[in-house]
């Protein structure tokens, strides 16, 4: 018995170390985009690599080739976008379920933003020639995709009306209430705990602020009670608070 422990110790080891790879036929977090492949979703199985990320880690660099797709399993990966100024802006988040890269790839041009898990992250890639392969024998994948790529654009529309036209305490709110839906949970009193996968100033750059307005727009939702910031937590005790500062603005999204 003794001498079996060992051998149980190195195969545990080989397990973290070669990760169980996700069924692309059975995955429940599959993005809607490959739904016209039906029956042959295998073909995409067979082709797909998954590759583990630790925060902080780069899928892919501002300024490289696309080589191919992504599709996210687990965690969280932040699209940042580096200005001529050198200042970096969080401008998506991107989360299980959903594919990225696919906009340079199709363009055939060079990534526009920089991948970045900001949790531990299991991401499948599929190589470029495999996606061109997949187009040419379903020709309603492409369509399935450039679906996807018009909402992006009309999501993309949407959050920069709010970054124009919402007062820096509405934006908050805002990305606060779209935050809780991944990062939300229930305490034992009944608070809404939202656990921030990102910093402050990340947070500031989101919704378009200074670090320093954004400082005071944290104090003053304390002071009136609407949330508790504390670090990376945000402790919500009335969510109906949060829909309150969009009311006004006619900005709906319960």
Avoid at 8 to 20: A, D, G, H, I, V
Avoid at 217 to 235: H, M
Wanted: contains cysteine; aromatic residues 6%; neutral net charge.
């Amino acid at each position: 018995m003794l001498q079996k422990q060992p051998r149980l110790k190195e195969k545990q080891r080989q397990n973290n170390r070669f990760p169980t790879q996700p069924n692309c036929v059975s995955c429940d977090k599959r993005a809607k985009e490959w739904c016209p492949l039906g029956g042959n979703i295998n073909r995409l199985d067979d082709a797909k690599t998954l590759h583990m990320y630790q925060a902080g880690q780069s899928l892919y660099h501002q300024g490289t080739r696309a080589l191919g797709l992504f599709c996210v399993e687990s965690g969280t990966i932040a699209l940042r976008k580096l200005d001529a100024q050198g200042n970096e802006t969080i401008v998506r988040l991107i989360h299980p379920g959903q594919t990225l890269g696919y906009q340079a790839l199709f363009a055939d041009e060079l990534h526009t933003t920089t991948a970045e898990a900001l949790t531990k992250s299991r991401v499948c890639f599929i190589e470029k020639q495999t996606i061109q392969d997949l187009f040419q024998e379903f020709p309603q994948l492409s369509l399935s995709f450039l679906q996807r790529m018009a909402e992006d654009l009309h999501q993309a529309e949407e959050d920069r009306l709010h970054l124009t036209a919402l007062p820096v305490r509405a934006r908050l709110a805002h990305l606060l209430l779209l935050l809780k839906d991944y990062y939300g949970t229930i305490n034992k009193e009944g608070d809404v705990e939202i656990e921030l996968p990102f910093s402050r100033q990340d947070m500031a750059s989101m919704i378009a602020a200074r670090p320093e307005t954004l400082s005071r727009t944290l104090r003053a939702l304390e002071r009136d009670g609407v949330a508790i910031f504390d670090k990376k937590k945000v402790t919500i005790k009335d969510l109906d608070d949060l829909f309150d500062e969009l009311e006004p603005c006619g900005v709906n999204v319960r």
